[in-house]
């Protein structure tokens, strides 16, 4: 059985900057790529990071390229979120998903997802 299980979220400030974190566990569990996605109310699912654990290349929505950063690590299949200059409009419930094969860098379909944790962000 595969859990994903995210922390790390709440409210904050407009401009101000949160980090969440998500821990997959699972026996022989060893995912091609893990992201975060966040849907807000009334819309749907969107990719915003991804990252692929074998070079460690990273995939951004455009809507958070240069505020949000994705890293982990691979042995602990562990990933974060680092979230600045945070605006109102990135307020959502956020998701970690794992892959357990080849995707689209920015595919908002992954295999494996955790619970969510919401993010606030007030003006």
């Known amino acids: 059985q595969v859990q994903l299980v995210e922390s790390g979220g709440g409210l904050m400030q407009a401009g101000g900057s949160l980090r969440l974190s998500c821990a997959a566990s699972?026996?022989?569990?060893?995912?091609?790529?893990m992201g975060w996605f966040r849907q807000a109310p009334g819309k749907e699912r969107e990719f915003v990071a991804r990252i692929i654990w074998r070079g460690g290349t990273t995939y951004y929505a455009d809507s958070v390229k240069g505020r949000f950063t994705i890293s982990g690590d691979n042995a602990k299949n562990t990933v974060y979120l680092q979230m600045n200059s945070l605006k109102p409009e990135d307020t959502a419930v956020y998701y970690c998903a794992a892959d357990t094969y080849v995707r689209p860098g920015r595919s908002a379909n992954s295999d494996y997802w955790g619970q969510g944790t919401q993010v606030t962000v007030s003006s």
């Open positions: 699972g026996r022989t569990f060893s995912p091609f790529a």
